[in-house]
């Protein structure tokens, strides 16, 4: 598996620190049903055969933290933004 | 005997290929080791036999087929313990209960320590084995290097200071073990239907009263789902979101080679673990690949850094080629430790998160599942992987790493 980083071009795997589901966000700790969105957010997870996105951590490169659109069920790789762009749409063209 | 001499043509099949039928008391989903140690046990222990394995292939074509048939008891959370302890008591007895030859071996699992506090966290491993009565034996070098002479106690960086021995830990036959339960499920009247996938679940209000599958539709009181590795899938179509997540964990076999590794033994300062196959081969692993996958195959990088634990461990294998290497997908949770409990649907109950140690656990969490199907309440080993633990904070963390799936 290589994964196309925006700075340093395709790389490979060993280079590279998973940081798991992209869509679990840190949820509002003054929201009324913080205890539930919390519980959410840490634990559970959609786990989808197939697309999914999620963060990577360029950790033995340029040290970007990267949005990765990848297939579970292949490891072919979708998409790739910087994770800071904030584009949830890391389409293929990206 | 008599097959030997007639060029072993007079086999005849283990277990009935049986054709869904339309209604059943128990279904359960997933014809692996725990789904059919499931099915056995509901037959012999609580008498229900109008019970049927769905399986989308043929059994124990999934995790059943792919681990590295390591069986221990080496647990030390109060959660954990009596369960794998339990699970190690069956096996003890797997053989004379199935009438089969599952290969169980007694044969030592070592865990080595390379540090001061690794030893201390080794003690008190120990101390909490013995406590809830199982066997643990601490090593230092030189009882180490009487069993095992060959491996790099004087490695520059992790010299090897000694290792908690359990000697009931040991290997089973994986395969042996999935047409063991099968057989004897079956001759009780469990229906073992292969090549029949499952595609829905038939909803009646809150409860689930059956599933669709690629055979038909089933209909059933209560349904299990023993499919670790794909639960997210199904519990996907049942609009369940599980503290799961699915990852790729790569195992390894050489070329046979002479009578070699006696036992079991893990390197404790990577995570490398070694046993030697009856045929001779050497049945080797080490850690999941890191991301979420369900491809059945691993990465690179993941073969080089085993391959580099187990040459820092025992050089002498260094020219031992590589048969085979594959990958089975493992129902990560979120602290390492499995769940056997209820769904917030009525009628479909959960068997999974088994991360990468669900081969050795196979006939408790088949004990225990049907204990669960047959009364509906928890089995005393069992109570502490209830589903809402982690909504109450009540891990069962073994490894201490957190909500990080990958790293359990």
């Known amino acids: 598996m290589r994964i196309q980083c ?23 700790s003054d929201a009324e049903d913080a205890p539930e969105r919390f519980f959410d957010a840490v634990y559970l997870r959609d786990n989808p055969a197939g ?9 033995s490169g340029c040290r970007s933290w990267l949005r990765v659109h990848r297939n579970t069920l292949t490891h072919e790789i979708l998409g790739v933004a910087l994770a800071k762009s904030g584009s949830d749409a890391a389409t293929p063209e990206s | 005997m008599r097959q030997a001499l007639g060029g072993h043509r007079g086999w005849g099949p283990a277990w009935r290929d049986a054709a869904p039928q339309s209604q059943y008391d128990i279904i359960v989903i997933g014809g692996g080791g725990h789904g059919l140690a499931t099915a056995h046990y509901l037959a012999k222990v609580h ?31 109060p959660g954990n313990n009596p369960f794998y302890e339990w699970s190690m008591k069956l096996w003890e007895g797997l053989e ?40 643990a034996e601490l090593l230092d070098a030189a009882g180490v290097r009487r069993m095992l002479p060959f491996l790099d106690f004087e490695n520059a960086r992790f010299p090897i200071q000694g ?84 990852h790729v964990l790569q195992a390894f076999v050489s070329e046979a080679i002479k009578p070699f590794i006696p036992g079991v033994v893990t390197f404790g300062a990577g995570h490398f673990y070694l046993s030697q196959s009856d045929k001779g081969g050497l049945v080797f692993g080490g850690d999941l690949d890191g991301y979420n996958s369900y491809a ?36 990560m949770s979120m602290d390492g430790s ?24 196979t006939p408790a969490s088949g004990w225990c599942f049907a204990h669960l199907l047959a009364r509906d309440e928890p089995h005393e080993v069992a109570r502490a992987y209830r589903l809402d633990r982690f909504a109450r904070g009540c891990l069962i963390d073994e490894k201490g790493m957190g909500a990080q799936p990958n790293l359990h």
């Open chain 2, 96 to 135: 004379q209960d199935l009438n089969y030859n599952t290969m169980v071996s007694q044969r030592g699992v070592l865990n080595l320590y390379h540090s001061d506090t690794q030893r201390d966290a080794y003690v008190r491993r120990g101390n909490g084995m013995r406590m809830h009565g199982v066997d």
């Open chain 2, 163 to 246: 290792g908690l021995l359990q000697r009931r830990g040991g290997t089973a036959r994986h395969d042996a073990v999935v047409w063991g339960y099968a057989r004897a499920a079956s001759d009780r009247g469990v229906d073992i239907i292969q090549n029949c996938e499952v595609t829905g679940f038939i909803r009646e209000g809150e409860r689930v009263a059956g599933v669709q599958t690629t055979r038909g539709p089933i209909r059933a009181g209560k349904i299990g789902l023993a499919v670790a590795g794909s639960t997210s899938r199904l519990a996907n179509m049942a609009g369940l979101r599980l503290p799961i997540e699915s």
């Open chain 2, 47 to 77: 008498g229900i036999c109008k019970v049927a394995v769905v399986e989308k292939g043929w059994i124990g074509s999934g995790n059943a087929g792919r681990n590295t048939t390591i069986i221990r008891s080496n647990y030390l959370l």
């Open chain 2, 296 to 331: 059945q195959r691993g990465n690179l990088p993941t073969v080089e850094d085993v391959c580099e634990g187990g040459m820092a461990l025992i050089p002498a294998i260094g020219r031992v080629r590589l048969l085979r290497s594959w990958g089975g997908v493992m129902d």
């Open chain 1, 51 to 59: 697309p999914h996105l999620e963060l990577w951590y360029h950790g």
């Open chain 1, 6 to 28: 925006p700075f340093c071009g395709a790389r490979d795997l060993s280079e590279f620190v998973y940081h798991g589901d992209a869509s679990a966000h840190r949820p509002d």
């Open chain 2, 338 to 361: 499995p769940i056997i409990d209820r769904t917030p649907l009525q009628g479909l109950y959960l068997n999974a998160g088994w991360c990468y140690g669900g081969f050795k656990a």
